[in-house]
């Protein structure tokens, strides 16, 4: 059981372009969410999905989209990137979004904007 | 507004017990988290309050004031490994998770 994998591990991306950060879960959790971690600031929530087809805005939305179209993958999309966009971005999965769910966490894409 | 507060950074020696402290205020309350996350890696849970008090888990405890807008990690018989960072969560009252910026934990031997 892998739990949740993202893609890719790293990547380093010219100013303009577009680019998909690929998540994927296998625990058949029914939540999913992006964070992006930055240094001296907490996790920050970019977007969040209740259940698949539904997806909901974060504290840091702008300059992101997400899809749900099945339970298992959560795609995050930079549309035209910026150097402010650079940071660690986590995903992560909780069976649901009522008190006490643990989130699950994937192992994040380092991501730099030049 | 929504705000975790806890310290950047705190030292402790292998074998002794540390205490990390954790205040907050969000909008409604759903429960506080403490997760750990070792350098370069991904965040893991360690526990969850949602009611006043303890709770123990092996060497790692958790303890809650909903009163006070309060919590701490107590941390015994440290080991070299727990070197990390100890990140306090609040769950408001969307059941989303407003994050404070982590404290980081050095053992020295």
């Known amino acids: 059981i892998a739990g949740i994998t993202q893609a890719p591990t790293s990547q380093i991306l010219a100013a303009g372009r577009r680019m998909t950060l690929r998540c994927t879960q296998d625990m058949r959790h029914n939540a999913m969410y992006w964070y992006r971690q930055d240094l001296g600031l907490g996790l920050r929530l970019i977007h969040y999905s209740n259940t698949a087809g539904t997806t909901g805005k974060g504290e840091v939305p702008d300059g992101y989209s997400v899809s749900r179209a099945n339970t298992d993958d959560f795609p995050l999309t930079l549309a035209s990137a910026v150097p402010s966009q650079t940071s660690v971005y986590f995903c992560?999965?909780?069976?649901?979004?009522?008190?006490?769910?643990?989130?699950?966490f994937g192992p994040g894409t380092r991501l730099t904007v030049l | 507004g929504q705000n975790i507060d806890q310290p950047t950074e705190m030292t402790a020696t292998e074998g002794a017990i540390v205490q990390i402290n954790c205040t907050y205020q969000?909008?409604?309350?759903?429960?506080l988290f403490w997760y750990q996350q070792h350098a370069g890696e991904a965040p893991t849970f360690l526990s969850y309050?949602?009611l006043d008090g303890l709770e123990e888990k092996g060497r790692f405890s958790s303890f809650l004031s909903r009163s006070k807008g309060y919590s701490y990690l107590l941390l015994k018989e440290l080991q070299m490994k727990d070197s990390a960072s100890y990140l306090c969560?609040?769950?408001?009252?969307?059941?989303?998770?407003?994050w404070g910026a982590g404290t980081k934990l050095i053992i020295k031997p």
């Open positions: 969000t909008s409604g309350f759903n429960g």
């Open positions: 969560a609040g769950m408001d009252s969307n059941y989303q998770l407003i």
């Open positions: 309050n949602v």
């Open positions: 992560a999965s909780s069976d649901s979004t009522d008190r006490g769910n643990e989130q699950f």
